[in-house]
């Protein structure tokens, strides 16, 4: 066999090093299904390297399961524990005792007390917002939303009370949704399907608050320009329907717009942007199919009437968390999402363009289960380890 002499290979070998990124191949994983792109770059979009390397330190450690943060403007940040517990984080990483006065949740399966936000207004009206597996008696729980007030010595929540609780109540500990996003006149609240063949399907049903997006003035009330709202039979607080389990949300600066991300089954995570009384399809159609290897719905990744997602993955990577991100320590990555990834873990990039993803990379792949993602004042990123000793990471750009 003829042998290309060494220098030649040598040459071979320095110029594929030194290809551009947006050339290599997908290698994140076979796809489950051969469902078919609605548009250019919906899936898979250009693989990107910004030839960024970052460090990771350890913030705060022995949390029991963190699932949301929000930065505190007087400096800190409170962390939820699944187990039922706030925290206040100090920038040095010292982590207080719990606070008081936080609901009683039903810690167990995916449920528990899971996101938090604070008020746009909070400095002078310190309301904090939190999302809850609230239980209801006999074993069942359901999505909850309550705000309260913080005290300036961050020991205690006073005038907790819900502004929201999912009907109907559940029996399965499973897909409760639950980012929360109070933007001044409203409150976003993301709602799941509770996983169950039998209550999946609540998702398309307007009278149940299954697999939605909730819109509620901030005191709870829903608004009268609610798209459902005086429908006979239909929830007013419905602000879109077909979702399965969106444990992202962020509102996207400068344009007011609501984007989601959510849980697709096996395959078919999808990143939504959220439109007024729009259906989003689950469980009738999805890029994904079921844990056991059978179509979902239909079976179709679409029909009339539903809303396409902006971007899916398949296989997934199971967001949770996500921001849009602004700040000074990545000065490229304006307005871009960096989304938490629970499987296989880590940390997704993408670029927008308009309402569409143009590219995706990807930080610390495979390494550790990341819940919820928060920008720090001085643009670290602030990312929650899910772990039952789970921590507080701190990143920033290698040196």
Do not use: C
């Not at 609501?258 to 697709?264: D, S, Y």
């Not at 967001?319 to 990545?330: E, L, R, S, T």
């Amino acid at each position: 066999m003829h042998r290309l002499p060494p220098f030649y290979v040598a040459l071979k070998l320095a110029l594929a090093l030194a290809a551009p990124a947006a050339a290599q191949p997908w290698d994140f994983g076979r796809r489950n299904t051969d469902l078919e792109p609605a548009f250019a770059n919906q899936t898979r979009a250009q693989r990107l390297n910004s030839g960024v390397a970052l460090r990771v330190e350890t913030l705060a450690n022995g949390l029991g399961h963190p699932w949301g943060i929000a930065v505190l403007p007087e400096g800190g940040y409170l962390v939820t524990e699944r187990r039922g517990t706030l925290r206040h984080i100090a920038e040095d990483g010292t982590v207080s005792a719990p606070i008081s006065g936080v609901p009683q949740v039903l810690a167990r399966g995916q449920g528990g007390l899971l996101d938090v936000a604070l008020a746009p207004d909070f400095a002078t009206s310190r309301l904090v917002y939190l999302t809850y597996a609230k239980p209801m008696g006999g074993g069942l729980s359901a999505t909850a939303a309550a705000r309260g007030r913080l005290s300036v010595d961050l020991q205690s929540l006073t005038d907790l009370r819900d502004i929201f609780v999912q009907t109907p109540p559940s029996p399965t500990t499973a897909h409760y949704g639950s980012r929360i996003i109070p933007d001044g006149a409203h409150v976003w609240i993301t709602t799941g399907e509770h996983s169950s063949t039998r209550e999946r399907v609540f998702a398309q049903d307007l009278d149940k608050s299954y697999g939605k997006v909730i819109r509620l003035r901030a005191d709870g009330s829903p608004p009268r320009d609610n798209p459902f709202a005086g429908q006979p039979g239909a929830a007013p607080e419905v602000w879109s329907l077909g979702h399965r389990n969106p444990q992202g949300a962020a509102l996207r600066p400068g344009t007011g717009q609501l984007w989601t991300l959510e849980h697709g089954p096996r395959g078919g995570d999808e990143l939504n942007l959220i439109a007024r009384g729009a259906n989003y399809g689950w469980p009738l159609v999805s890029y994904g199919e079921n844990y056991i290897g059978t179509p979902v719905g239909s079976g179709e990744a679409r029909a009339e009437g539903f809303t396409e997602p902006r971007y899916f993955w398949d296989p997934v990577v199971a967001p949770g968390g996500f921001v849009f991100y602004q700040g000074a320590m990545f000065p490229d990555w304006q307005g871009d999402i960096l989304a938490a990834s629970l499987t296989p873990g880590g940390i997704v990039r993408l670029t927008l363009s308009g309402g569409g993803v143009t590219g995706e990379e990807r930080f610390l792949y495979g390494t550790q289960r990341i819940r919820d993602i928060e920008i720090a004042p001085d643009g670290a990123i602030l990312a929650l380890v899910d772990a039952a000793n789970g921590s507080v990471v701190r990143i920033t750009p290698a040196p």
